[in-house]
């Protein structure tokens, strides 16, 4: 491959250039430095996973007794009211989507580590997918945001838990831990 993409500004520069015609930028690919960042965030995130689902994420206060409640027990206490499809979009959003996006990244990074080059197609959809579905992992947050904002009455008081913090932190750690691989890796070691 004669070409390599500048990942700062995108522009196409000849591989015996060492900075980018246009920014200035480096733009050597170094695949180890990726993956291990890469790798250290979605460590990091997987930690963040385990208190955000132990931890209430949303205590709430009526008439003096507090209670607290985290994902699973909100999704159950949904589903028990009736409320079946809200509880399925926070079951998806909050337990089932993390969980994939954890197997998947870490089947892109094992796979680029060990330079497999199968179903390389396949990796870049999955990567694709994951850095779309990113943002979408927040909706917990936002439904805790808006119910502090929104509920102010006399008796009853709302609180975001620890597990609120510990969600939020997981979900950007995992955006940033795809972020982080550089997608000129997915194609560079299977062209050579």
């Known amino acids: 491959m004669r070409y390599i993409r500048c990942n ?3 522009a196409t520069n000849l591989r015996s250039r060492d900075l980018c015609r246009r920014c200035g930028g480096k733009i050597a690919i170094n695949p ?3 993956l291990q960042t890469a790798f ?3 460590v990091a995130a997987i930690i963040f996973y385990i208190p955000a689902n132990i931890y209430p994420i949303l205590e709430t206060s009526k008439f003096g007794t507090p209670e607290a409640s985290t994902i699973l027990e909100g999704v159950i206490a949904m589903y028990k009211a009736g409320d079946y499809p809200v509880a399925m979009i926070i079951f998806i959003a909050s337990v089932l989507i993390p969980i ?3 197997i998947v990244l870490f089947y892109i990074l094992f796979s680029l580590w060990r330079k ?3 179903k390389l197609e396949q ?3 999955l990567y694709h997918l994951i ?3 990113g943002p979408w992992s927040l909706i917990d947050v936002f ?3 808006i119910l502090v904002a929104l509920i102010h009455f006399k008796n009853i008081a709302i609180i975001p838990g620890i597990g609120a913090t510990s969600f939020a932190l997981m979900v950007v750690l995992t955006m940033i831990s795809a972020l982080s691989i550089d997608v000129r890796v997915l194609g560079e070691k299977c062209e050579r």
């Open 131 to 133: 850095e779309f579905t």
């Open 143 to 145: 439904v805790v945001v």
């Open 40 to 42: 250290a965030f979605l």
């Open 100 to 102: 994939l996006k954890f």
């Open 116 to 118: 497999k080059c199968k």
């Open 32 to 34: 180890k430095s990726s």
């Open 123 to 125: 990796k870049i959809w």
């Open 8 to 10: 700062f500004c995108g």
